[in-house]
């Protein structure tokens, strides 16, 4: 059975009560969960570990929390550091099988979007693959001393040194309930094994660490490629496209700049095509990095994208790296 994106998000965010399939499936897929995380501890399910301290960034719930720009803002944290950090990833939405490299012209197509944005913001390598452990091996070879899972919490099959858990601060855990009937991945009381708790945006609880995505600008996704001031569009109409797993966060963001948004939210990991740009005007077409990198090849002059980055306390960068000395 599967429901309609609205139908779920009523469900799992609006208080709408769950239906008697979603229940049942919840508890069969909560069993499956508790069944492989018992076979992981009696060790008839094997983790592998790397000969380098292994990062998970991750989150308990399906859909975009801000993993990815948390897992750049680390690559960079390190490197100022001196560590030679790689990044592995599933690649989803790409056609890649067999772990692989990625190179300055891998294609989201079949890497992935958000790897292929990893590269290009970074530089750094970064392998992807359904075998995540086969994936990571290969940034050994291109001698990184730290890997960073960029969506891994629950891959247990790679060994891990660090876990941080990526918590929407506006959305949190919804009803709190397991897939389908919930947002879950895992339930609720993981949290209590995993040491770093970020929450982007909205009010972080506890001993959970405050993180803000931050952009300021468009950068034109033709020609020169230059940059203008999100400012510089206050009161100006905008076509905003997401395809993440929470569009209406980018398009608050922009409307909160100031900014009068045409909404275009499409699925997370949308493939994109000329056509979805079909507005029947040139007003500026603003889109997140993660979309931007499957533009290329029809990116009008209209186009642009908005980088961000995440700020987080310098007391959470120096956590992860006195872990990591010890590993």
């Known amino acids: 059975m599967i429901w309609r994106e609205d139908q779920l998000h009523a469900v799992w965010y609006a ?33 592998q570990r790397l000969p380098v301290p292994v990062i998970v960034v991750g ?28 990044v592995v990833s599933r690649g989803y939405g790409g056609s890649v099988a067999h772990a692989r490299l ?11 979007d958000e790897p292929v944005l990893v590269r290009r913001a970074t530089g750094v390598p970064v392998a992807v693959g359904r075998q995540r452990v086969a994936a990571a091996r290969l940034l050994l070879t291109e001698g990184c001393d730290t ?12 060994g891990r040194d660090i876990e941080i858990c990526v918590i929407d601060g506006a959305r949190r855990f919804g009803n709190g309930s397991l897939l389908p009937a919930g947002p879950l991945r895992e339930p609720l009381s993981r949290l209590r094994s995993i040491a770093l708790r970020v929450c982007n945006g909205g009010v972080a609880l506890g001993d959970e660490i405050p993180m803000s995505l931050v952009g300021d600008e468009a950068v034109a996704m033709t020609g020169s490629r230059e940059s203008i001031a999100l400012t510089s569009l206050v009161g100006t109409r905008v076509h905003a496209v997401a395809g993440i797993g929470n569009p209406a966060r980018f398009f608050t963001t922009l409307r909160t700049l100031g900014l009068v948004v045409d909404e275009h939210p499409f699925p997370d990991h949308h493939v994109f095509v000329a056509s979805d740009f079909a507005f029947g005007d040139d007003a500026p077409v603003l ?26 306390p310098s007391s959470f960068f120096e956590s992860v790296f006195a872990q990591l000395i010890r590993h």
């Open 15 to 47: 208080g709408a009560p769950p239906s008697l399939a979603q229940r049942a499936l919840a508890c069969l897929y909560g069993g499956i969960v508790r069944l492989r995380g018992a076979l992981y501890r009696a060790g008839i399910l094997r983790t």
């Open 59 to 86: 989150n308990l719930t399906v859909g975009g929390t801000g993993k990815t720009p948390l897992t750049i803002a680390l690559v960079e944290a390190l490197r100022a550091r001196g560590r030679k950090p790689g």
């Open 102 to 112: 990625l190179v300055a012209e891998s294609k989201p197509g079949e890497s992935g």
């Open 147 to 158: 890997v960073i899972a960029d969506d891994g919490l629950q891959h247990y099959a790679l």
């Open 287 to 312: 889109m997140t990095q993660k979309d931007a990198v499957k533009c290329d090849g029809f990116a009008r002059g209209n186009f642009f994208e908005v980088p961000v980055r995440a700020q987080l």
